[in-house]
């Protein structure tokens, strides 16, 4: 019995793993909405934002790589 639950277990835990999409695994970043915005970062503290004339969200890194943008110098360093 033991053996089959922890059978289970390792194959639910490569499922989660595997599984595109799964929002466990997915890194969030923040981005201002506005315009002429083009990077992302990794607090919405960030003193990059503070600029941000429009609203800021919380997309995921996925999300902020398509829409073209580039890592905050501020926050990754």
Do not use: F, Q, W
């Amino acid at each position: 019995m033991k053996t089959l639950l922890l059978t289970l277990i390792m194959l639910a835990g490569n499922v989660m793993i595997e599984k595109p999409g799964n929002l466990a695994s997915e890194t969030y970043v923040y981005i201002c909405t506005g315009p002429k915005s083009e990077r992302y970062h990794s607090t919405k503290d960030c003193r990059g934002l503070r600029n941000c004339s429009a609203s800021i969200e919380k997309v995921t890194l996925t999300k902020a790589k398509e829409l073209g943008r580039d890592a905050c110098g501020i926050c990754y360093k």
